[in-house]
């Protein structure tokens, strides 16, 4: 055989086939040794000082100081849950992945968190919320990593770390998260207007669902899906929950966090275990495949715009549902690793500038959150298909490789894994045409519009749902100590709407400003109020 990476045990089938971490009837230390005392240590008597030489002592005492690990940079607070995903085959069309064929069924493993607060934060608070998703197809890893908004805050990832660097805890009191209390957040997403839309659905009801189970998910960019015969189509993927979408209002996400600030984590594994497992669509919207990547006007390259139901109806091609708790916390909710990078056949990404960011940086960061390269052979990171890289060594290396020579060809081995051909391999550069173009590194003059899809979402609101923004506006930004901030705050509200910024106004004693942009023509969206989504979709 080639130089095989797989571990001495097999074929790794994730979480289930982890080592049992606890085994025969005795207490051992970590060698095996079995031991008589576990609560005294080793003294020069039994009032005389304690001995180096008590190894027991020494190896508890040594792993304890070193049981934590780096929380997530973003999305620190989180809660999973396994399940599987059944495919309605009605994607097949468009993309060739072997998991959207018609009744295939693969294993997942979905994790649900909030962005800004640290681990130990409360659920409820008003923030977005991730919805990542990984598949363990029988073609490799596929990670869906989404949030349960559909745009994002900026448009190249440059920004990333100056836009959380403006939300996280100041680096003097360190007080605390999300948007409240924050001058820092509300001069970032002022100045770089292009934040706006996301800001509105973070002041939306939509920043304090009523629970996971209740919530839509968003791959957010564009990506691109290929089929069998080579075709491609521009996509988004979207969740919509059988349960439908609801909120807490603020009052409600206050009381909770204070009494239960665990509130989602709680409600999550409360309903799995009682057997009311959470089930959610996987839809998509499609997009020809044009040279210009745009749809109606609108760029599907610039994550902070959305398309409209109406315009891009979502069609239904499979069923998640949620149908086992973790066992172990650590184990899988802290050490699963999502990256928008694991791709499989049939699935591809766009040139979407935040999108490159992200395929950098995830992979970068958990090599420092889970130590070392190895993060793939951690039992929830495990693909469910058979692993034969050339990878080898690097800290927390479990597998034992075979063979001498990990490249290929060669001739010493006694064969190499043979490469996929070009129908079934993933990675395949799909001909995407590259504009003949200089190097430069502003932004196309199509991200230059910021309200316009803003005010879509405010003209879609019901009149129940236009007072809570109002009351969230009024709310978070009556906590900033900057008058400058509130101010400019108030600009981009008028651009959005003249109503919207002058009720905010009111609420903080401050003149209204006049637009300094004419309010876009745009239609309402009546998919983007929960109010048409708040029932059981069957
Ligand atoms: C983590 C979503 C943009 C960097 C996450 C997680 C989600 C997510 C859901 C949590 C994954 C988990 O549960 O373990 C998104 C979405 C984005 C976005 C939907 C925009 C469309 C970005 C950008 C960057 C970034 C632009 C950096 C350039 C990170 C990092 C983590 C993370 C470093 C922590 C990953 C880890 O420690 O495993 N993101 N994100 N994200 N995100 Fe993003």
Redesign the pocket.
């Known amino acids: 055989s080639g130089p095989g990476t797989m571990s001495p045990t097999g074929q790794a089938t994730g979480a289930a086939q982890a080592r049992m971490a606890q085994s025969g009837a005795s207490l051992t230390n970590a060698q095996g040794t079995r031991l008589h005392d576990t609560d005294h240590s080793l003294k020069a008597g039994p009032r005389g000082p304690v001995l180096l030489q008590d190894h027991h002592l020494r190896e508890k005492v040594m792993h304890f100081d070193h049981e934590r690990i780096p929380e ?4 620190a607070r ?1 809660a999973a849950a396994h399940g599987v995903f059944k495919s309605y085959g009605t994607a097949t069309a468009v993309s060739k992945a072997a998991f959207l064929a018609a009744g295939a069924e693969t294993p997942v493993f979905v ?1 649900f ?1 909030t962005v800004l607060g640290s681990r130990g934060s409360a659920d409820t608070v008003r923030d977005t919320r ?3 998703t990984k598949f363990y197809t029988e073609e490799g890893v596929f990670d869906l ?3 349960n908004m559909p745009v ?1 805050f900026i448009q190249d ?1 440059i920004k ?1 770390p100056d836009i959380i660097h403006a939300g996280k805890p100041h680096p003097d009191r360190e007080i605390p998260q999300a948007q409240s209390a924050h001058d820092t957040f509300w001069d970032f997403v002022t100045l770089h207007t292009e934040a706006t839309h996301h800001t509105l659905w973070n002041m939306s009801d939509r920043g304090i669902p009523r629970s996971y189970r209740m919530m839509e998910g968003f791959g ?2 564009t990506f691109r899906l290929v089929a069998a015969d080579g075709s491609t189509t521009l996509v988004k993927f979207h969740w919509k929950p059988k349960l439908g979408v609801h909120s807490l209002v603020w009052e409600e996400a206050q009381i909770a966090g204070g009494v239960d600030p665990d509130f989602h984590r709680r409600d999550l594994a409360d309903a799995i275990e009682a057997g009311a497992y959470p089930e959610w669509e996987l839809g998509i919207q499609t997009f020809p495949d044009t040279p210009e990547q745009t749809f109606e006007g609108i760029d599907l390259l610039d ?1 902070t715009n959305l398309v409209p139901e109406e315009l891009a109806p979502v069609q239904p091609i499979g069923l998640l549902t949620l149908n086992r708790n973790p066992s172990n916390y650590f184990a899988e909710t802290e050490q ?3 990256h928008v990078g694991h791709l499989v056949p049939g699935i591809d990404i766009t040139d979407d500038p ?1 999108l490159a ?2 395929l950098f ?2 992979l970068d ?2 090599i420092t ?1 889970l130590a070392g390269p190895n993060f793939s052979q951690i039992p929830i990171n495990r693909p469910h298909a058979p692993v034969n890289d050339m990878l080898r060594d690097g800290f927390h290396q479990d597998a034992v490789h075979r063979g001498v020579a990990p490249y290929r060809p060669n001739s010493l081995d006694g064969g190499c894994p043979f490469l996929a051909g070009a129908d079934t391999g993933a990675y395949v550069e799909t001909p995407v045409r590259v504009p003949e173009a200089t190097k430069v590194r502003e932004a196309p003059e199509s991200f230059s519009d910021h309200f316009s899809q803003p005010r879509r979402f405010w003209l879609s609101m019901s009149a129940v749902e236009r007072e809570h923004i109002i009351g969230a506006y009024t709310f978070e930004l009556g906590k900033c100590y900057e008058q400058a901030v509130k101010k400019r705050a108030l600009q981009v509200l008028a651009n959005i709407d003249v109503e919207l910024c002058a009720r905010v106004a009111e609420g903080l004693g401050l003149p209204a400003p006049e637009p300094t942009v004419p309010p876009a023509d745009i239609e309402p969206s009546p998919a983007l109020s929960q109010v048409g989504q708040s029932w059981p979709t069957d």
């Open positions: 997530r940079v973003v999305h989180g994790r968190s991730g919805f990542a990593v989404g949030n994002f990832a990333f957010v960019h994550a699963v690793a999502f935040l960011g992200r940086s995830y960061t958990q959150r």
